[in-house]
């Protein structure tokens, strides 16, 4: 087994531990194919990504598991311009660069955003948890077409 997707296997059983959430084959496989893909992917891919090995899961028992994997932090949703709800594994504090267009999603790690002065507005009467930027783009792929 690879080091980094024995990696992957610890901090899956590390963050279901801490969150009180039982470890199963199928959420393992789940969590796997989110991690690996980085495209943010929707509840289908993933099913599509697993479905080869694990042949009795179905698609309602993705969409459940990630809404589980959610709700106790340990992934993230990215919604802005789809469809369908898109999951994210990288739970540090990143941005993103959309495409309106194919409607890819790139992390954007960029220290000098982590730096945005909080506007007071939103400081006023709320508890600030944290905040992602969302740049809007036009892809390179996209404009070649
Ligand atoms: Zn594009
Ligand atoms: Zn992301």
Request: hydrophobic share 35%; glycine share 2%.
């Amino acid at each position: 087994m690879l080091v980094e997707e024995q990696k992957i296997i610890d901090e899956f059983f590390d963050k279901c531990h801490e969150n009180a959430l039982n470890v199963t084959p199928q959420r393992l496989a789940i969590y796997k194919a989110l991690v690996k893909d980085k495209s943010h992917p929707n509840p289908e891919t993933i099913y599509k990504s697993i479905k080869p090995d694990y042949p009795t899961i179905s698609l309602a028992t993705v969409y459940k598991t990630l809404e589980t994997f959610e709700k106790k932090g340990i992934v993230s949703v990215v919604t802005p311009l789809h469809d369908t709800v898109r999951y994210d594994a990288e739970m540090h504090h990143h941005h993103h660069i959309v495409c309106v267009k194919c409607k890819k999603v790139v992390d954007l790690i960029d220290n000098d955003l982590d730096k945005f002065p909080i506007p007071k507005s939103v400081l006023k009467g709320n508890q600030f948890l944290n905040y992602s930027i969302q740049f809007n783009v036009v892809c390179s792929e996209c404009l070649k077409k």
